[in-house]
């Protein structure tokens, strides 16, 4: 299957800062990706959509210019948490996809964020 | 209102046993797809199997298929032959238009326990 890589794995911050995480779509060509937030043994919450090249589309509740989105190629998205604070801790997963017709969506491995 | 319902919080099973983990979903979209993922401890989503609205035949994927009553809304996953690293988060998810385009939507998830 296709290979989606998050980076990083873990990341632990003071409040205040910012934090970017990277997906790169490693052999295929992403024209949609997808970043989800993960609360403990909770699903998966669609955050945002995002497609190369336009403005990302946020869903209801998240705060577009806490959670940056910039999808500027083919293979990469960022998501950058903006003056991260303690509740922004959580775990974040994207998603890409090459059309709607895909039978799978390809996941990165999920980011750790901490802000203590 | 909910999308993508998984009323299974927690499920056990028998160690070569078969188990039935429950999905209902609802949209207006006639081109959706469903799909199931895997999600051990340590936080990768594994894809096990999709379904294609369209499809007509019941999705199978090795120990997994997919239960698809179209007219019910439902797409249950039967995992066959229980094995103790089956153990996981299992989560229900349906892909469909949205004003933005297609995006990927999750259900609450169902843990499923193998017992030995």
């Known amino acids: 299957g296709a290979v989606v890589s998050q980076h990083p794995s873990w990341v632990i911050c003071k409040s205040g800062t910012s934090v970017k995480i990277e997906c790169r779509s490693l052999?295929?060509?992403?024209?949609?990706m997808f970043w989800y937030r993960q609360f403990p043994k909770q699903s998966l919450m669609l955050m945002a959509t995002s497609n190369e090249g336009s403005k990302a589309t946020y869903e209801q509740g998240v705060e577009k210019d806490k959670f940056l989105i910039n999808h500027a190629s083919l293979t990469l998205s960022t998501l950058t948490v903006t003056s991260a604070h303690p509740e922004d801790s959580s775990f974040y997963i994207c998603?890409?996809?090459?059309?709607?017709?895909?039978?799978?969506?390809?996941f990165g491995q999920g980011t750790r964020l901490t802000v203590v | 209102a909910q999308k993508i319902t998984q009323t299974q919080p927690g499920m056990f099973v028998q160690e070569k046993e078969a188990v039935t983990l429950d999905c209902t979903y609802d949209?207006?979209?006639?081109?959706?797809?469903l799909f199931w993922y895997k999600q051990p401890s340590s936080g990768e989503m594994i894809f096990l199997i999709y379904q294609g609205s369209y499809d007509q035949q019941n999705a199978t994927e090795g120990r997994y298929s997919l239960n698809f009553q179209k007219a019910r809304k439902s797409a249950n996953l039967v995992i066959s032959a229980s094995q103790l690293g089956d153990s996981a988060m299992y989560f229900c998810?349906?892909?469909?238009?949205?004003?933005?385009?297609?995006?990927?939507?999750f259900g609450a998830g169902t843990r499923l326990f193998v017992k030995a």
């Open positions: 052999d295929f060509q992403a024209t949609t």
């Open positions: 998810a349906m892909r469909e238009v949205g004003t933005g385009g297609f995006k990927t939507i």
């Open positions: 949209t207006s979209d006639p081109s959706y797809g």
């Open positions: 998603s890409a996809s090459r059309d709607r017709g895909d039978t799978e969506a390809f």
